[in-house]
């Protein structure tokens, strides 16, 4: 299946800028950006992001309060004070063998650096990825890894696959089988995690926000300093 797999990548892969290079900041970059917002909305940050701070050594140089600012809109803050963090660590100690050393990298991330930057055969399983290997019984190498990304992405979709216009129809077991919806994310709107956005969002403009459950939970993840009632970001 890989062979028929990397033909129909060579014809239909997207073309996504972080595919253009083998630079591990980079990489790691464009997925802990990815891990939780679109593609669409991660292409410009991602620019703008490598060309404010192009290397390790100029983000780890950043106050984290600036990184924070930056990652406005992107969700999830906690991922830029980590992606702070593994900057410093790469600019003090160089890339560590086993990447999950870095702050915020787990496996999926390692594997997808590892891959993408070190030309390691490892391949990133993210839900996409698992969907395919589990619709088709297949064991993928490393090099299907884009592959399979945009395979998940735009023709094995979770609940109702385009089988007519996949490349792995004819030795896939599941082709044809329609697919229960997913189990919806619970919901933004009123969340704690909107509340704590909120805050933090209030705070990077120079206001003191009046919800301190969200300020506390907030100063815990570093991602704002706390003195008596004041918030500010982290210096
Ligand atoms: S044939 Fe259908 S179920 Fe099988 S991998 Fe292709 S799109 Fe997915």
């Not at 703008?48 to 990652?71: H, K, Q, T």
């Not at 003090?92 to 594997?111: F, K, R, S």
Request: net charge neutral.
């Amino acid at each position: 299946m890989n062979e028929l797999l990397l033909a129909w990548y060579g014809q239909n892969g997207r073309d996504l800028p972080w595919r253009n290079t083998s630079d591990p900041y980079a990489i790691l970059v464009s997925e802990v950006m990815l891990q939780q917002t679109q593609v669409d909305r991660v292409i410009p940050r991602w620019r703008a992001w490598l060309e404010r701070w192009p290397s390790p050594d100029a983000l780890a140089a950043a106050s984290a309060g600036e990184v924070i600012v930056a990652w406005q809109g992107l969700g999830y803050n906690r991922r830029a004070i980590s992606l702070h963090r593994a900057a410093q660590h790469v600019a003090a100690h160089g890339w560590p063998d086993d990447l999950t050393e870095l702050p915020g990298v787990g496996p999926y991330t390692a594997a997808a650096v590892g891959n993408f930057a070190f030309g390691r055969d490892v391949l990133p399983v993210d839900t996409n990825v698992r969907r395919v290997q589990e619709r088709t019984g297949s064991n993928f190498d490393g090099s299907c890894a884009q592959a399979l990304f945009d395979l998940g992405a735009t023709v094995c979709l979770a609940r109702i696959p385009r089988c007519g216009e996949c490349p792995l129809a004819a030795a896939c077991p599941s082709r044809g089988q329609r697919y229960e919806p997913l189990r919806k994310q619970s919901a933004f709107e009123g969340s704690f995690r909107q509340r704590r956005a909120v805050a933090l969002r209030a705070v990077a403009a120079g206001d003191q926000p009046s919800d301190s459950d969200a300020l506390v939970s907030l100063a815990r993840d570093g991602l704002v300093v706390l003195d008596g009632d004041r918030a500010s970001l982290p210096a």
